[in-house]
């Protein structure tokens, strides 16, 4: 069965630190990769996607990931975190074959001042 | 542009009802889908809609059913109404043209079933 795993379910870190969540897939077949956010109070919106060609995607917010295949990993980086990054982060797949989002547990990111 | 609405924002039913939720699409979006979130199992898609067809349908229950009319518009319904239905059902619309679309999120339902 096609699966998302995203590795902790809770970070916490200080302001100016280095963030990276992983993101890791099953499937076989062509996919596309999306990390969706959802600030305290408001709507999940996107991130950032790949769906083909450089691997390394950046997003809004100074977010970027890294799709490596032969690891079948999504990862999301930010060089330095800022306290309105507080969140909940989503890694989601849609496999080329169908419109449905496959979704990872979530990560929540809490930002110290 | 607006974005996408859900009504109503919060419901509060007993065991055994039925219920049904709304949701409006982004303008000239074609493909609406529908997910359920709770601490427990996550985010967990029931069902997508493209031009008032069904075309895609997660593993949920056949009490969970959904439609779609020709604005774009859909809603879902649940009947028989069990404590685990309670959650946060979102609603994402998109172009519908593929998988590569940006799926944009309405602010959701909250659920919740006594």
């Known amino acids: 069965a096609q699966s998302v795993s995203q590795h902790n379910h809770h970070v916490i870190l200080s302001e100016a630190a280095s963030l990276e969540l992983g993101c890791n897939y099953s499937?076989?077949?062509?996919?596309?990769l999306f990390w969706y956010v959802q600030y305290p109070g408001q709507h999940l919106q996107l991130l950032l996607k790949y769906f083909s060609g450089d691997p390394l995607v950046k997003g809004i917010k100074g977010f970027e990931a890294e799709f490596i295949k032969s690891k079948f990993s999504f990862n999301l980086r930010k060089p330095s975190v800022q306290w309105s990054d507080t969140a909940e982060y989503f890694c989601?797949?849609?496999?080329?074959?169908?419109?449905?989002?496959?979704w990872g547990a979530g990560t929540k990111l809490i930002i110290k001042p | 542009k607006a974005g996408v609405t859900q009504t109503p924002r919060y419901l509060i039913k007993t065991r055994g009802q039925q219920v049904t939720l709304s949701c409006s699409p982004i303008s000239g979006h074609r493909s609406v889908s529908w997910y359920q979130q709770t601490p427990g199992q996550g985010l967990q898609f029931l069902f997508e809609?493209?031009?008032?067809?069904?075309?895609n349908k997660g593993n949920f229950p056949g009490r969970f059913s959904g439609r779609q009319f020709s604005n774009s518009r859909s809603e879902m319904n649940v009947s028989t109404l069990e404590l685990g239905d309670s959650a946060l059902y979102l609603c994402?619309?998109?172009?519908?043209?593929?998988?590569?679309?940006?799926?944009?999120f309405g602010p959701g339902t909250r659920l919740t079933v006594l």
């Open positions: 809609y493209f031009s008032e067809t069904q075309r």
């Open positions: 989601a797949v849609m496999p080329d074959s169908n419109y449905q989002l496959i």
């Open positions: 499937y076989g077949g062509t996919v596309n």
């Open positions: 994402a619309s998109s172009p519908g043209t593929g998988g590569k679309d940006e799926q944009f």
